[in-house]
């Protein structure tokens, strides 16, 4: 079992960054590859951004790309993601999830395929 428990969210104006954390306990987290997931009021979850366990490896959705950054320290059992230029339409709760996996390039875009979830942090973006 891992529990996954997201943090750093807040209000944030347009065009203000914030920095999202994820952090892991229970198993080895590094050979965990992890996503961002976000869901809108009113709307289905959506895919943010993956990350394969070693890190070398990334995956954004279109329409995040070049404004996020996901990263991660696995000695610390933690996936960082830097969200800039943030927009009002970025607004939505944040998921972090982990699903383990033998390969150290693989991520994964779907969210049935993964096994842990955390809690949710609400982002704010205002305009």
């Known amino acids: 079992q891992v529990q996954l428990v997201e943090s750093g969210g807040g209000l944030v104006q347009a065009g203000g960054s914030l920095r999202l954390s994820c952090a892991a306990s229970g198993r080895t987290f590094s050979t965990y590859a992890t996503g961002w997931f976000r869901q809108a009021p009113g709307k289905e979850r959506e895919f943010v951004v993956a990350?394969?366990?070693?890190?070398?490896?990334?995956y954004y959705a279109d329409s995040v790309k070049g404004r996020f950054t996901i990263s991660r320290d696995n000695a610390r059992g933690t996936v960082y993601l830097q969200m800039n230029s943030l927009k009002p339409e970025d607004t939505a709760v944040y998921y972090c999830?982990?699903?383990?996996?033998?390969?150290?390039?693989?991520?994964?875009?779907?969210?049935?395929?993964?096994?842990?979830w955390g809690q949710g942090t609400q982002v704010t973006g205002s305009s």
């Open positions: 999830a982990a699903r383990s996996t033998a390969s150290r390039y693989r991520y994964y875009s779907g969210q049935a395929e993964y096994d842990y």
């Open positions: 990350i394969s366990w070693s890190g070398g490896n990334t």
